[in-house]
């Protein structure tokens, strides 16, 4: 593969835990997508009747039922015959009942537990927005540890969040995510899993989190950047103060914020935790724009601390540090990349 290099700093693009990334910058390009090892679904044979079916990575719930025969994948609901012709209007609803009351559960039969705690991890990864290869490594470990620890497992939703959680913690800066956040998550899903269950449970299976260095603002920025941009009443403010749709002032402001996070040495942030200085970093880089385009800013420290669920006087105290360092034409450098002018 030819060699990719950073729109913004110009430096060699580097391959970190499944993603592009630039080493210098932060700056990230996307996911690197590699051919599989594994073949999906049904090859067929346009001379042979028959047909070659394969399972899933890990046989998850794509295991052929007790008839003998599997009706299609997990997931499929669209059926064809064996000459690869769509069923009726009339079958597919029948079929449809069919693999709803028989073929459904009897993939699953036997490995309830197992199938309602992965549903349940897969809803948190939806909501938290976290990555599929950190799902697959959160479900990997999960019937990791219940294979090894199969008796001493009193809860098997607390054990799926220690998987995500180690999951994340492995992925480092791919999958910036707090263990407050998986806890929360898991709360408003109706599910009594606490930090106090979790550190709990780890303790009695002997399950250590990966050592890691100390996290940094600057991987907070991308997560704290959508979430706030990604937000209804912010957005709306954004488009109608910058005329400018969201998702391109999401870029801008994550910009903004490296550049604003770069003139801050780590020993004058202090004991400051990462993730509200970052999020404060973010109101600090929108009232600076706000400035350049002689405008009122669209973020106040009560939408900020909503959006990204920190306190509103934490996004003030930390903003006026921030504000004490000088952060003059940081604007000149983004607008010439993005061909734009803030003056």
């Given at each position: 593969?030819?060699?990719?290099?950073?729109?913004?700093?110009?430096?060699?693009?580097?391959?970190?835990?499944?993603?592009?990334?630039?080493?210098?910058?932060?700056?990230?390009?996307?996911?690197?997508?590699?051919?599989?090892?594994?073949?999906?679904?049904?090859?067929?044979?346009?001379?042979?009747?028959?047909?070659?079916?394969?399972?899933?990575?890990?046989?998850?719930?794509?295991?052929?039922?007790?008839?003998?025969?599997?009706?299609?994948?997990?997931?499929?609901?669209?059926?064809?015959?064996?000459?690869?012709?769509?069923?009726?209007?009339?079958?597919?609803?029948?079929?449809?009942?069919?693999?709803?009351?028989?073929?459904?559960?009897?993939?699953?039969?036997?490995?309830?537990?197992?199938?309602?705690?992965?549903?349940?991890?897969?809803?948190?990864?939806?909501?938290?927005?976290?990555?599929?290869?950190?799902?697959?490594?959160?479900?990997?470990?999960?019937?990791?540890?219940?294979?090894?620890?199969?008796?001493?497992?009193?809860?098997?939703?607390?054990?799926?969040?220690?998987?995500?959680?180690?999951?994340?913690?492995?992925?480092?800066?791919?999958?910036?995510?707090?263990?407050?956040?998986?806890?929360?998550?898991?709360?408003?899903?109706?599910?009594?899993?606490?930090?106090?269950?979790?550190?709990?449970?780890?303790?009695?299976?002997?399950?250590?989190?990966?050592?890691?260095?100390?996290?940094?603002?600057?991987?907070?920025?991308?997560?704290?950047?959508?979430?706030?941009?990604?937000?209804?009443?912010?957005?709306?403010?954004?488009?109608?103060?910058?005329?400018?749709?969201?998702?391109?002032?999401?870029?801008?402001?994550?910009?903004?914020?490296?550049?604003?996070?770069?003139?801050?040495?780590?020993?004058?942030?202090?004991?400051?935790?990462?993730?509200?200085?970052?999020?404060?970093?973010?109101?600090?880089?929108?009232?600076?724009?706000?400035?350049?385009?002689?405008?009122?800013?669209?973020f106040t420290q009560k939408l900020v601390g909503r959006a990204t669920n920190v306190a509103e006087f934490t996004v003030r105290e930390h903003s006026e540090l921030i504000f004490k360092y000088n952060h003059e034409n940081i604007?000149?450098?983004?607008?010439?990349?993005?061909?734009?002018?803030?003056?």
């Open positions: 593969m030819a060699e990719l290099y950073c729109d913004e700093c110009n430096s060699r693009i580097i391959e970190e835990t499944g993603r592009y990334v630039c080493p210098n910058c932060g700056l990230e390009l996307g996911a690197v997508y590699e051919s599989s090892n594994y073949q999906l679904g049904i090859i067929e044979e346009p001379l042979k009747r028959r047909k070659t079916q394969y399972t899933a990575i890990d046989n998850q719930l794509a295991t052929v039922s007790s008839l003998g025969s599997s009706i299609g994948t997990i997931k499929e609901y669209y059926f064809k015959d064996t000459y690869g012709t769509s069923l009726s209007p009339l079958k597919q609803e029948q079929f449809r009942k069919f693999k709803n009351l028989y073929h459904v559960a009897s993939a699953v039969k036997g490995k309830e537990t197992m199938h309602r705690s992965l549903t349940i991890m897969n809803k948190v990864c939806k909501i938290l927005d976290i990555p599929e290869q950190v799902n697959n490594r959160a479900i990997f470990l999960f019937k990791k540890y219940k294979r090894e620890f199969r008796k001493e497992i009193n809860n098997h939703v607390v054990l799926s969040a220690i998987s995500l959680l180690l999951a994340v913690r492995e992925s480092k800066n791919t999958c910036p995510v707090q263990f407050k956040e998986i806890v929360q998550t898991y709360s408003e899903l109706g599910h009594r899993v606490s930090g106090k269950k979790i550190i709990s449970l780890m303790q009695t299976l002997n399950i250590k989190l990966p050592s890691s260095k100390i996290r940094r603002s600057e991987e907070y920025i991308s997560r704290v950047s959508y979430l706030i941009c990604s937000h209804p009443e912010i957005k709306e403010r954004i488009e109608a103060k910058y005329k400018i749709e969201s998702f391109v002032y999401e870029k801008i402001l994550q910009l903004a914020c490296f550049k604003i996070l770069a003139k801050i040495p780590n020993k004058d942030r202090g004991s400051r935790r990462p993730y509200p200085f970052a999020a404060a970093t973010a109101y600090t880089a929108d009232k600076l724009f706000a400035r350049e385009m002689n405008t009122s800013s669209a604007f000149e450098e983004i607008s010439r990349k993005l061909n734009s002018n803030f003056s």
